[in-house]
């Protein structure tokens, strides 16, 4: 196999350097309004003699908003002296997605989720996902990557970890997870992981904890306070800040098998039966759908599949053919 041409990303920073920088990722990017320009992606990075790195992501998708805030806020007011080890943080993971408030980049329509491992001679998008892959991840010891559920979606607040093939990583990612502490806690199962960053990290044997936060296109209160307490459990339980991991009560939750997902399969108008947090029996009408180009048509309903807890549902009031509607998750006792 040919070796891969060098990325032309080139950072401000110097990682091996101890103090706090802040500083971009720099991404050349000619463009009308701009014939040398550039993508430039802000990160700062902290560090203080000998220890772990993490790696700290938001804005993955550009429409999620929990991950820019809360890293926003402790790249601004984490100091050196309470590191040991390194911090590398990037509140805006895909800059032109969270510019544009959108899931995928402006520029290119590219998903940066699932975009991995990355080109370094390919669009925009998959110059960033080589980056990640092939110079940030390797100098991480621990990862996390927050999202919630954009405009699209709502979730009740849990961190996440996967199924692994190896039961040693998968521990220590679950660890991990339990760590960040949120309210629920999910072993979870992806509809399209091939070319998630999720399975770059994991592919690269790291300890890898992802999130969904909430929804609908915004930020609470609520769910920044749980995105900043999690991410500070995150780094003591690395050992990169001391103190104790503030613990409150977490409900297991899993993510089995396909039976979990409901997916519409109309056009058309969304009523949902049941709401978040509620549990639900199989059989159960979960929404219905009504044509919305005509009136005294009868909805379609969709059932669940199986019993468990409401975890997720589609967030605008209007569905397409193909979308989730809701994802049903099993709690473990």
């Given at each position: 196999?040919?070796?891969?041409?060098?990325?032309?990303?080139?950072?401000?920073?110097?990682?091996?350097?101890?103090?706090?920088?802040?500083?971009?990722?720099?991404?050349?990017?000619?463009?009308?309004?701009?014939?040398?320009?550039?993508?430039?992606?802000?990160?700062?990075?902290?560090?203080?003699?000998?220890?772990?790195?993490?790696?700290?992501?938001?804005?993955?998708?550009?429409?999620?908003?929990?991950?820019?805030?809360?890293?926003?806020?402790?790249?601004?007011?984490?100091?050196?002296?309470?590191?040991?080890?390194?911090?590398?943080?990037?509140?805006?993971?895909?800059?032109?997605?969270?510019?544009?408030?959108?899931?995928?980049?402006?520029?290119?329509?590219?998903?940066?989720?699932?975009?991995?491992?990355?080109?370094?001679?390919?669009?925009?998008?998959?110059?960033?996902?080589?980056?990640?892959?092939?110079?940030?991840?390797?100098?991480?010891?621990?990862?996390?990557?927050?999202?919630?559920?954009?405009?699209?979606?709502?979730f009740l607040p849990f961190a996440a970890c996967h199924v692994l093939p190896d039961k040693h990583q998968q521990a220590r990612c679950e660890a991990g997870m339990r760590a960040f502490n949120a309210p629920y806690s999910m072993r979870m199962l992806e509809l399209d992981a091939g070319a998630m960053y999720d399975t770059a990290a994991e592919r690269q044997g790291k300890v890898f904890v992802t999130t969904e936060l909430g929804g609908g296109g915004s930020s609470s209160a609520r769910s920044v306070a749980i995105a900043e307490r999690g991410v500070r459990n995150l780094l003591v339980h690395a050992g990169i800040l001391e103190g104790e991991v503030q613990t409150a009560a977490s409900i297991m939750l899993d993510m089995p098998d396909a039976d979990c997902f409901i997916a519409s399969e109309h056009d058309g108008l969304l009523e949902m039966c049941r709401d978040l947090g509620d549990n639900v029996s199989k059989g159960e009408v979960i929404a219905r759908v009504y044509d919305a180009t005509r009136s005294g048509v009868a909805p379609v309903e969709y059932r669940a599949a199986r019993s468990g807890l409401l975890a997720a549902r589609h967030f605008p009031g209007l569905v397409q053919c193909g979308d989730t509607v809701a994802v049903i998750a099993e709690v473990l006792a």
């Open positions: 196999m040919s070796e891969l041409p060098d990325n032309p990303i080139s950072a401000t920073v110097d990682f091996a350097r101890e103090g706090v920088q802040h500083g971009f990722l720099k991404l050349p990017y000619s463009r009308d309004d701009s014939a040398w320009g550039a993508v430039m992606i802000p990160l700062t990075v902290i560090q203080r003699g000998q220890g772990p790195t993490a790696l700290l992501t938001g804005g993955n998708h550009g429409d999620e908003y929990e991950g820019p805030v809360a890293l926003s806020k402790l790249a601004q007011g984490l100091t050196a002296g309470e590191v040991s080890g390194r911090v590398i943080i990037v509140p805006f993971m895909n800059t032109p997605a969270f510019h544009a408030g959108r899931r995928t980049s402006p520029i290119d329509k590219g998903n940066l989720n699932r975009s991995f491992p990355g080109k370094p001679d390919g669009t925009v998008t998959e110059k960033i996902a080589d980056y990640f892959n092939r110079t940030l991840l390797p100098l991480a010891d621990i990862v996390l990557d927050i999202h919630s559920g954009g405009r699209t979606l709502d």
